[in-house]
């Protein structure tokens, strides 16, 4: 992108936008934000803050001048920091220079842009984090699956060496890359038939099945031996990390498969992991760590059984099957170019129907957690499929009924629905005293629906989020204002009445 700076003007501080893709900064820096405050409250001046007009923008506010029905939005490139502390003072307007004096088309733009805001930040400033740089090379990557930007290219662009950016990108890349026949060894061994398979991968099925039946992958011993990593021997074979994974672990008990993952087997029902293991699924809205899915299959199902993910996102519920050799079908409305064994499908509250033929052994349901991440969610679909995570209490509460009393008559006698899910209470800005449980939905709630829909619940097993992510800033301002956050998330296990 050429950058052509222009003169400083003055912008409104509301009409500015934070777009996260862009400015992908995970936690503003409240402490250099205070200082900010404070520095303008003696009457300090700030260089003027980077920012640019764009168009073909989903949130956009229409800030743009742009022809009615052009989504358009002034988004910032830089001074985050800046812009946050004059809203916290107060001060209706900021200087800024545009990038470009013209509107870009956001979507096409959008990587340019990224790189662009990366590009000042490196600089100066608050610098980006090694996790923010991480973030916006994984983030190009997925979005550039004819690897259009070479690692030296973003290394470059980034500021660090390009071995860090390899070892940071390898697993998507590898993944982009899986031929052909990887992909149709990864969905037969989730259980797909030859004939969907050759649908999918389009190749004839004497073709798919000539390719399961004599693809060998006997060197994984050698290379480890040699010694080798996991991510190397995935490029080796053109395959996506869990597939290789899967692979070594071929055989095994499952007992022997958490070992050699590094998971410790927990046995107790709390199941603490501190983060999520970054091998297994895509980064995605609410992602749960692959560990929690592995000791549900652990302790509920038996190698070739059948999976069901109804809401899948980011994918680890079929990568953790095909680790523990269990089948598994896998939808969400969101299209995964990526990931083929992820069906795109709608659950319709209003045109309830069931994509699967052969009953499930075990339904791992991790839908949305009410309105949390609405956002996120609204940003993978669109308005004739909204996510359920946009409804209403009651919209939401229905759809859990309809979804449970339709999975129970497609069900076994023996089919476990693994439920999970976390007490949702209006308690982002409000005192504990204070809240009003008219808006909440919780646990028992949950409990109430699954009983009420035909299934009995024989397990509730804790597994909490990580409280880390919250600042000790943030922190304290809930404990001035006595807020009460919620870190519980429950997985409920239930079978048929
Ligand atoms: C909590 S996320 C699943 C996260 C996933 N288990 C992971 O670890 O990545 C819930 C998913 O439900 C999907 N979803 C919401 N409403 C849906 C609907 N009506 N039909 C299909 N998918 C839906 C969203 O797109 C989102 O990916």
Redesign the pocket.
């Given at each position: 992108m050429d950058n052509i700076l222009l003169e400083p003007m003055e912008v409104h501080v509301s009409d500015l936008t934070w777009d996260q893709f862009i400015y992908p900064r995970e936690k503003k820096s409240e402490k250099t934000i205070d200082t900010y405050v404070e520095a303008l409250a003696i009457g300090a001046q700030f260089p003027p803050i980077k920012i640019q007009k764009v168009f073909n923008y989903a949130d956009g506010n229409g800030t743009t001048d742009l022809p009615a029905g052009r989504h358009g939005a002034t988004i910032i490139l830089d001074g985050i920091h800046r812009w946050s502390a004059f809203k916290e003072s107060g001060i209706a307007k900021i200087a800024a220079v545009e990038c470009k004096d013209k509107p870009l088309d956001y979507e096409k733009n959008k990587v340019a842009l990224l790189l662009e805001s990366a590009k000042y930040n490196i600089s100066h400033g608050d610098r980006l984090s090694p996790g923010d740089k991480k973030r916006i090379a994984r983030d190009i990557a997925s979005t550039d699956p004819e690897c259009k930007w070479t690692e030296s290219a973003l290394a470059e662009k980034l500021g660090v060496i390009q071995q860090t950016v390899n070892t940071w990108i390898s697993d998507i890349r590898a993944r982009h890359k899986a031929c052909r026949k990887t992909v149709i060894l990864r969905l037969s061994r989730l259980g797909w038939t030859q004939e969907k398979i050759s649908e999918t991968v389009k190749l004839s099925q004497n073709r798919v099945s000539e390719i399961i039946g004599n693809t060998n992958f006997g060197n994984i011993d050698i290379l480890l031996s040699q010694g080798h990593d996991m991510d190397y021997i995935s490029r080796h074979y053109q395959m996506d990390l869990a597939l290789a994974w899967a692979l070594r672990l071929e055989v095994m008990t499952d007992q022997g498969k958490f070992k050699e993952l590094g998971w410790g087997l927990r046995t107790w029902d709390q199941w603490n992991f501190n983060k999520?293991d970054e091998r297994f699924?895509?980064d995605?809205?609410?992602?749960?760590p692959a560990q929690l899915i592995a000791h549900t299959l652990f302790y509920f199902t038996k190698p070739g059984n059948l999976v069901l993910?109804?809401?899948?996102?980011?994918?680890?519920?079929p990568d953790v099957c095909l680790l523990f050799e269990r089948k598994c079908q896998s939808?969400?409305?969101?299209l995964r170019d990526n990931r083929p064994e992820i069906q795109r499908?709608?659950?319709?509250?209003q045109n309830w129907t069931w994509p699967v033929t052969k009953k499930p052994d075990l339904i791992?349901f991790?839908?949305?957690?009410f309105r949390k991440?609405e956002r996120e969610?609204e940003k993978?679909?669109n308005a004739e499929?909204?996510?359920?995570?946009s409804f209403t209490k009651e919209e939401y509460e229905s759809?859990l009924e309809g979804f449970l009393l339709l999975s129970k008559r497609k069900s076994k006698a023996i089919t476990r629905m693994a439920f999970?899910n976390a007490d949702w209470r209006d308690f982002e800005s409000t005192s504990a005293s204070k809240e009003n449980p008219v808006n909440s939905i919780t646990i028992f709630d949950y409990h109430r629906i699954l009983t009420k829909t035909g299934w009995k619940v024989t397990h509730r097993i804790e597994c909490p989020l990580s409280s880390e992510r919250i600042s000790g800033n943030q922190v304290q301002k809930m404990q001035d204002r006595r807020i009460l956050g919620t870190v519980g998330r429950t997985l409920l296990i239930a079978k048929r009445s």
């Amino acid at each position: 992108m050429d950058n052509i700076l222009l003169e400083p003007m003055e912008v409104h501080v509301s009409d500015l936008t934070w777009d996260q893709f862009i400015y992908p900064r995970e936690k503003k820096s409240e402490k250099t934000i205070d200082t900010y405050v404070e520095a303008l409250a003696i009457g300090a001046q700030f260089p003027p803050i980077k920012i640019q007009k764009v168009f073909n923008y989903a949130d956009g506010n229409g800030t743009t001048d742009l022809p009615a029905g052009r989504h358009g939005a002034t988004i910032i490139l830089d001074g985050i920091h800046r812009w946050s502390a004059f809203k916290e003072s107060g001060i209706a307007k900021i200087a800024a220079v545009e990038c470009k004096d013209k509107p870009l088309d956001y979507e096409k733009n959008k990587v340019a842009l990224l790189l662009e805001s990366a590009k000042y930040n490196i600089s100066h400033g608050d610098r980006l984090s090694p996790g923010d740089k991480k973030r916006i090379a994984r983030d190009i990557a997925s979005t550039d699956p004819e690897c259009k930007w070479t690692e030296s290219a973003l290394a470059e662009k980034l500021g660090v060496i390009q071995q860090t950016v390899n070892t940071w990108i390898s697993d998507i890349r590898a993944r982009h890359k899986a031929c052909r026949k990887t992909v149709i060894l990864r969905l037969s061994r989730l259980g797909w038939t030859q004939e969907k398979i050759s649908e999918t991968v389009k190749l004839s099925q004497n073709r798919v099945s000539e390719i399961i039946g004599n693809t060998n992958f006997g060197n994984i011993d050698i290379l480890l031996s040699q010694g080798h990593d996991m991510d190397y021997i995935s490029r080796h074979y053109q395959m996506d990390l869990a597939l290789a994974w899967a692979l070594r672990l071929e055989v095994m008990t499952d007992q022997g498969k958490f070992k050699e993952l590094g998971w410790g087997l927990r046995t107790w029902d709390q199941w603490n992991f501190n983060k999520c293991d970054e091998r297994f699924g895509d980064d995605w809205p609410g992602r749960i760590p692959a560990q929690l899915i592995a000791h549900t299959l652990f302790y509920f199902t038996k190698p070739g059984n059948l999976v069901l993910d109804p809401m899948a996102g980011g994918g680890v519920v079929p990568d953790v099957c095909l680790l523990f050799e269990r089948k598994c079908q896998s939808f969400d409305l969101a299209l995964r170019d990526n990931r083929p064994e992820i069906q795109r499908y709608y659950w319709d509250p209003q045109n309830w129907t069931w994509p699967v033929t052969k009953k499930p052994d075990l339904i791992f349901f991790d839908p949305p957690y009410f309105r949390k991440k609405e956002r996120e969610y609204e940003k993978k679909t669109n308005a004739e499929c909204p996510s359920i995570s946009s409804f209403t209490k009651e919209e939401y509460e229905s759809f859990l009924e309809g979804f449970l009393l339709l999975s129970k008559r497609k069900s076994k006698a023996i089919t476990r629905m693994a439920f999970l899910n976390a007490d949702w209470r209006d308690f982002e800005s409000t005192s504990a005293s204070k809240e009003n449980p008219v808006n909440s939905i919780t646990i028992f709630d949950y409990h109430r629906i699954l009983t009420k829909t035909g299934w009995k619940v024989t397990h509730r097993i804790e597994c909490p989020l990580s409280s880390e992510r919250i600042s000790g800033n943030q922190v304290q301002k809930m404990q001035d204002r006595r807020i009460l956050g919620t870190v519980g998330r429950t997985l409920l296990i239930a079978k048929r009445s």
